[in-house]
């Protein structure tokens, strides 16, 4: 299978803004989920390339699908055990998962909604953002 790019959003240098990144992944299948699943593993995996990331080190994705032009992705409760906290680091965690998604199905979903081990709901990931609704990205 030939090599796509794929832009995944990291932190810049100081730490203080996202950055685009293209790099190459080889999708595991055809489909838009399974699409989904392999862009979202490629930016928990980004900090294994040198890239330094705003998701919590060791957060896994378990299920990633779409349903309409919704997306829900299932992360591993890392992604708030392990979290920094503060307002910011959470502003960017949150806008690294959206702004990966927008740029790489653009056409394909409207909003992301984040969910934690299994599928649950929780109110936030550092207490200052809700995530318990879906996110536009239009």
Not at 5 to 17: K, Q
Not at 19 to 28: F, L, N, T
Not at 111 to 119: A, D
């Amino acid at each position: 299978k030939a090599l796509e790019s794929i832009d995944i959003f990291v932190l810049d240098r100081d730490g203080f803004e996202l950055i685009p990144e293209q790099i190459e992944i080889q999708y595991k299948s055809v489909g838009a989920s399974q699409n989904l699943k392999d862009v979202i593993r490629a930016l928990l995996e980004a900090s294994k390339n040198g890239f330094q990331t705003a998701i919590p080190e060791g957060t896994r994705l378990y299920e990633a699908y779409i349903d309409e032009k919704t997306c829900y992705l299932d992360f591993s409760r890392e992604l708030y055990g392990k979290h920094l906290g503060g307002t910011r680091a959470e502003f960017l965690t949150i806008s690294s998962i959206l702004k990966t998604v927008q740029a790489n199905f653009m056409d394909r979903i409207d909003q992301v909604h984040i969910l934690i081990e299994g599928g649950q709901e929780v109110k936030s990931i550092a207490g200052h953002i809700d995530i318990s609704r879906s996110f536009s990205i239009r």
